[in-house]
């Protein structure tokens, strides 16, 4: 089966740079990756992002195998990182937060093709150079719009992270707090300092 053909927008959408196109998250989908970072959709148009530094992949990487672990051997749902979540449509949104958990009550036993059209149980950014506060307060307020229930952003310079209940409900950890699972993923705890070991 041929795939559609591209979409019509009205005359005053269009642009000859193709970085002013509007795409569905499907068309999204179907899009190379950037040779020099990676990209999310937002509100229809692609924007990139340089790839993570060290510590940001390493601090990836350490969360999301914390998670996987405590998830896995309490039979919880899945861990992801950078995996794709529709947020919004018309225009679409397309996040792929750093590490996120999904419930298996939400997945079932069985992990999606495509995108899930909501927000994960837990989203979790590693702040970046790139990243400006207006921006990330963007994003999570679109995660909880989706239905995502807790935040977590970890500053790798400050070595602490903020927790968000909802897009203006935070908290402050410092290098001697400790995140919590909450009632998102009970009885998970994990000492900030334990993150940069």
């Not at 089966?1 to 005053?12: E, I, K, S």
């Not at 979540?85 to 009550?105: H, I, N, Q, W």
């Not at 963007?138 to 070595?159: C, H, M, N, S």
């Given at each position: 089966?041929?795939?559609?053909?591209?979409?019509?927008?009205?005359?005053?959408m269009r642009s000859s740079d193709p970085r002013d196109r509007r795409y569905t998250a499907e068309e999204y989908g179907r899009l190379p990756d950037y040779p020099d970072g990676r990209d999310e959709l937002v509100r229809g148009r692609r924007v990139h992002?340089?790839?993570?530094?060290?510590?940001?992949?390493?601090?990836?990487?350490?969360?999301?195998?914390?998670?996987?672990?405590?998830?896995?051997?309490?039979?919880?749902?899945?861990?992801?990182?950078?995996?794709?979540?529709?947020?919004?449509?018309?225009?679409?949104?397309?996040?792929?937060?750093?590490?996120?958990?999904?419930?298996?009550?939400?997945y079932g036993d069985t992990l999606p093709e495509h995108w899930p059209e909501f927000g994960p149980d837990l989203a979790v950014e590693v702040r970046s150079p790139s990243d400006r506060p207006g921006r990330l307060a963007?994003?999570?307020?679109?995660?909880?719009?989706?239905?995502?229930?807790?935040?977590?952003?970890?500053?790798?310079?400050?070595?602490a992270a903020m927790v968000y209940r909802g897009p203006k409900a935070a908290r402050m950890l410092g290098a001697e707090g400790e995140l919590e699972g909450e009632d998102v993923i009970p009885g998970f705890r994990c000492p900030i300092r334990e993150l940069f070991d």
């Open positions: 089966m041929a795939p559609p053909g591209p979409l019509v927008y009205p005359r005053r992002e340089p790839f993570p530094r060290p510590m940001h992949g390493h601090l990836q990487a350490r969360i999301g195998g914390l998670l996987d672990g405590f998830v896995r051997a309490h039979g919880l749902g899945y861990v992801a990182v950078e995996t794709g979540f529709v947020l919004e449509r018309g225009p679409d949104t397309v996040r792929g937060p750093d590490v996120a958990f999904v419930s298996r009550a939400r963007e994003k999570i307020a679109q995660y909880f719009a989706a239905g995502t229930r807790l935040v977590w952003v970890i500053d790798p310079r400050e070595r």
